[in-house]
C-alpha cells in the first residue's frame, strides 16, 4: 500500500493514514493516535504534537501488508531524528539513496528541497519505531546562533540555510538514548504533566543524539565493540556513578570496583553513553545539585559537598558552565 502525504500538518497526516488504512482515530490534546485491527496491521501509530515545527511519532505495529509512506516536499523543510527499537525500516531520500534501519540503529537525515522522502515498513511483527521530527523553517528561532556552533552542516540545516543539500548521519544509537526511549514507552502520565514530560524526552533524544554528531565530528567514530560480558559491566558501572557520585571517584577505583581495566572502562562508557567518565560524574553530581537548590532547605556550601565537590567556588564554576546561572541565583530567587 502507498500513501503518499502533502502536507505537513500532523492532523492532516493522520486524517490520511485513517483513510487509507481504515483504522480507529482519536485526538486527545496534543496525542495523536491511530489504532489499527484490520487485514492491513495490529497496534498503534502515535504522534505528539508539541507545537513550533516540533512532533514525535511512534509506530508500533504489527503489520501484514508492505507500507509506503511518501513525504511530498512543500514550502516546509523538515530534518527528522529516526530511532529504530525493534524492525526494519527502509528510507530513501534521493534516488541514488536508500538504505536500511535495523534494530538499534538511528539516522539523522534532511533531504534536498523538492524531493521527497519514501519510508519503506516491509510487513513484520513487532515494529518499534520512533520517528522525531523538526520543521526548520519554525522550530526555535531564537536559537540560530547556538545552531551555528553544531557540526558540519547541522546548524545549517537547524536554521533552514542550506535546504538544497542534503545532510545524512547514520548510526546503533547509545544506551543512554535507549534509556530515555525506555522511560518514555513506560511513562503513564496524563494531561499537561504528560505534555511536559513527553516533551522534555523528546528534547532529550533531540539533544543526546545531537551531542554525538558533534562528539564522531570532533573525535571521529568509536570502532570499539563490547561484548555481551562488556555492556553488563558498563551498565554496572553506571549504577555505581548514579548510587556513589557524592563520594570521591576516579576512573581508576570505578574500573576496580566494578572489576573492570580503566581502559575497557573508560572506552565503554563513552561507547554506549556518549560521554566521558567525567562528564558522567559531573552531570549526576550537578542534576542532583539542582534537585537539593530547588528544595531550598540546604545552603550553597552544604549542597555542595552532598554532591561531592570539596570546593565551593568550583562547584558554582561547573554549576554556571551546566545551568547559564550561579547556584547562589537559585537560591536567591526562590527566597524574594
Do not use: W
Not at 482515530?25 to 491511530?34: C, D, M, P, V, W
Not at 539523522?108 to 522522502?117: F, I, N, T
Not at 540546604?298 to 564554576?317: A, D
Amino acid at each position: 500500500m502507498k500513501i503518499i502525504s502533502y502536507s505537513s500538518d500532523i492532523l492532516s497526516l493522520f486524517t490520511l493514514l485513517k483513510s487509507k488504512l481504515a483504522g480507529n482515530y482519536r485526538k486527545e490534546g496534543f496525542e495523536h493516535t491511530l489504532s489499527l485491527n484490520n487485514k492491513t496491521g495490529e497496534g498503534n501509530i502515535i504522534s505528539y504534537d508539541f507545537g513550533d515545527g516540533f512532533n514525535l511519532i511512534h509506530f508500533n505495529l504489527d503489520l501484514y501488508i508492505l507500507l509506503h509512506l511518501e513525504f511530498q516536499k512543500n514550502a516546509d523543510h523538515f530534518l527528522r531524528y529516526i530511532f529504530s527499537l525493534h524492525g526494519d525500516l527502509i528510507h530513501s531520500f534521493s534516488n541514488n539513496i536508500r538504505y536500511r534501519l535495523t534494530r538499534n540503529t538511528a539516522t539523522v537525515v534532511a533531504s534536498k528541497d523538492r524531493l521527497p522522502e519514501l519510508l519503506v515498513f516491509p510487513a513484520q511483527n513487532n515494529l518499534d519505531i520512533f520517528l522525531l521530527q523538526i520543521d526548520t523553517k519554525r522550530f526555535s528561532v531564537d536559537l540560530k546562533k547556538e545552531f551555528m556552533n553544531l557540526p558540519g552542516e547541522l546548524g545549517e540545516v537547524l536554521i533552514n540555510k542550506k535546504p538544497q543539500d542534503h545532510f545524512f548521519y547514520h548510526t546503533k544509537f547509545t544506551l543512554n538514548i535507549a534509556e530515555a526511549i525506555d522511560e518514555l514507552l513506560k511513562y503513564d502520565g496524563e494531561g499537561l504533566v504528560k505534555r511536559f514530560f513527553m516533551e522534555s524526552k523528546a528534547l532529550e533524544l533531540l539533544a543526546m543524539q545531537t551531542e554525538r554528531i558533534k562528539n564522531e565530528a570532533k573525535e571521529g567514530y568509536n570502532r570499539i565493540i563490547l561484548r555481551r560480558a562488556d555492556v553488563e559491566l558498563i551498565k554496572k558501572a553506571r549504577e555505581y556513578i548514579r548510587n556513589n557520585f557524592h563520594h570521591e571517584l576516579t576512573l581508576i577505583s570505578l574500573a576496580r570496583s566494578v572489576g573492570t581495566n580503566e581502559t575497557k572502562l573508560k572506552a565503554g562508557l563513552k561507547k554506549m553513553y556518549g560521554k566521558t567518565f567525567t562528564e558522567i560524574l559531573r552531570d549526576d553530581r550537578l542534576l542532583k545539585a539542582k534537585h537539593l537548590l530547588e528544595e531550598k532547605q540546604l545552603s550553597v556550601k552544604e549542597i555542595s559537598l552532598q554532591c561531592g565537590y570539596k570546593s565551593v567556588s568550583m562547584f558554582g564554576k561547573r554549576y554556571k558552565e551546566k545551568f547559564g546561572y550561579s547556584p547562589g541565583k537559585l537560591l536567591h530567587d526562590h527566597q524574594e
